[in-house]
């Protein structure tokens, strides 16, 4: 099973229903989610005033902003890339001039 993050509105409805007293798992059961994941989203995101969906939303954008990604497109893959494409200049031009 893969992760899904939370959406804004699944944050506000954590938000109303800690407000109404309701445990991380009757939230998380209605959510469809792990109590865990709940837990971890507490956790994560509940500052000097309490969890406040907005302030978790930004939170959690800024994580995924500066998680370190693997870069794909390097300096030798663009090296090659840059070849082909010569490559493919040179021939589309010698075409031209027959």
């Known amino acids: 099973m ?13 938000v109303i229903e ?5 445990s991380q798992n009757k939230i998380a059961e209605s ?5 865990s994941s709940i837990s971890r989203e507490l956790g994560r995101n509940t500052g000097q005033r309490g969890y406040r969906n907005k ?3 930004g ?7 500066n998680k370190p990604k693997e870069v794909k497109l390097t300096d030798e893959i663009k090296c090659i890339i ?3 494409i010569e490559d493919d200049w040179r021939n589309l031009s010698r075409l031209q001039d027959d």
């Open 55 to 57: 302030q978790a939303e």
């Open 31 to 35: 959510l469809g989610r792990s109590q």
């Open 2 to 14: 893969s992760y899904k993050h939370l959406c804004p509105e699944e944050r506000h409805y954590i």
């Open 18 to 22: 800690l407000k109404n007293g309701t």
């Open 59 to 65: 939170f959690a954008q800024e994580r995924h902003k």
């Open 82 to 84: 840059n070849a082909h």
